[in-house]
């Protein structure tokens, strides 16, 4: 099972193998979108120029600890509507 940075970059090396329209094939074939695909090629360009610690970029130390870059991912119910819980709490005492 690959976390999202190893399924990125994975999608972007064989897009990278297939060459001309490498992007569009893998997007058609996996149904992962273009942006995707192209970041991962982004990162693996970076990567190799060992230019991994840039901005929009995890270091790689920082691979096995974080899946998403700060911010990234769904924001917690709590954090959309304060005071669910206790809402939630109260509808079943009831």
Do not use: F
């Not at 996996?30 to 982004?42: D, E, M, P, Q, Y």
């Not at 190799?48 to 130390?61: A, I, Q």
Request: hydrophobic fraction near 35%; charged fraction near 30%; proline fraction near 3%.
């Amino acid at each position: 099972m690959l976390n999202e940075l190893q399924k990125r970059r994975y999608l972007a090396a064989e897009a990278q193998a297939i060459g001309w329209g490498g992007i569009g094939d893998v997007s058609r074939v996996t149904g992962v979108a273009r942006n995707t695909i192209s970041a991962g090629l982004k990162e693996l360009k970076c990567s190799d120029m060992g230019d991994v610690g840039s901005e929009d970029m995890l270091p790689l130390e920082k691979v096995h600890q974080r899946q998403r870059r700060p911010g990234g991912g769904r924001k917690s119910i709590e954090e959309k509507q304060p005071g669910i819980t206790e809402s939630l709490l109260y509808s079943i005492a009831y």
